[in-house]
């Protein structure tokens, strides 16, 4: 929903969700928002090409497992490169969102190699961090995220897309300010 806000513009939101949530076929889109089929048909493409879906791929959020999560944060610890590389797809999205106020990647971080470099890097700082930090996977807007706590606060909210059955997307909130839900 983040990227969905922050990259279409009003119209391609609507009957990006009007078809993709809600189901509506192109003629009723048309209708109710009082275009042709055709400019909806594509208003949704380029919707599609901003939140980097293909035609042919679905945009509902694939089921990620609790094994699936477990398995993947043990091979961070572990910092098993060649296992996390083969959790991950090839074109693999990283965004982190610190607010300015919290460490966070400036601009998304993409590419199998990159995002593999990145979060076992990150997962390696995190022993220099003062206090007990623990994992856990809990559910974040309906869907398995992850949740990284110290003993006081939370430090990150980590929301994760899979695509046959690997890490497609990852969008990791470390802004105190958004993390104040969680």
Known sequence: MLVLLERLTP???????LREALG???PEIAEML???EANCRKLMSRARSKMGVSEEESVSAEAVELEWVSRFLTSLEQGNV???LSLLTEDVLLV??????ATAYKRPVQSSDHVARALLDGFKSI????????FEAVPLNGETGIVLRSEVETLAAILIQLRRGKLARMY?????????WV
């Open 96 to 101: 982190a969102d610190g607010g300015g106020k």
């Open 11 to 17: 119209t391609e939101r609507t009957v990006f969700v």
């Open 34 to 36: 009082g275009k042709r």
């Open 24 to 26: 509506f076929d192109y």
């Open 172 to 180: 990791a909130i470390r802004n105190p300010d958004k993390l104040a």
């Open 127 to 134: 022993g220099s961090y003062q206090g007990k930090l623990h």
């Open 82 to 84: 060649d296992h996390v």
